[in-house]
Nanobody
């Protein structure tokens, strides 16, 4: 399974970006698709997840109210709309797909498939 992430770039603090992650082979076999991020020198951390069927969403506390995860089932694509970006949001963002239960949706070890990562840089 290949996941293709795109949409990263350089943005000023307070700005917006939308990341996309396509699953060309289809995403219906997964329960959740998610976004994680990894800043330099830090561990990969959970950002947001969406249940493929039903669209239940889960967010990391620091992005609640600023980021929105959504999906287009027909295009097998998940999006991460990021508003009010802060320098602390600077990281490589990875999309992932897997079948965790809801209580484990934040655990990166529960995701089997990963995209290549896209860099988001927020300048102050």
């Amino acid at each position: 399974v290949q996941l293709q992430a795109s949409g990263g770039g350089l943005v000023q603090a307070g700005g917006s970006l939308t990341l996309s992650c396509a699953a060309p082979g289809g995403a219906s076999s997964f329960i959740y698709m998610a976004w994680f991020r990894q800043a330099p020198g830090k561990e990969r951390e959970f950002v947001a997840a969406i249940r493929w069927a039903g669209a239940t969403t889960v967010y990391e506390d620091s992005v609640k109210g600023r980021f929105t995860i959504s999906r287009d089932r027909a295009k097998s694509t998940v999006f991460l709309r990021m508003d009010s970006l802060k320098p602390d949001d600077t990281a490589v963002y990875y999309c992932a797909a897997g079948s965790p239960i809801l209580s484990a949706a934040r655990d990166r070890h529960m995701y089997k498939y990963w995209g290549q990562g896209t860099l988001v840089t927020v300048s102050s």
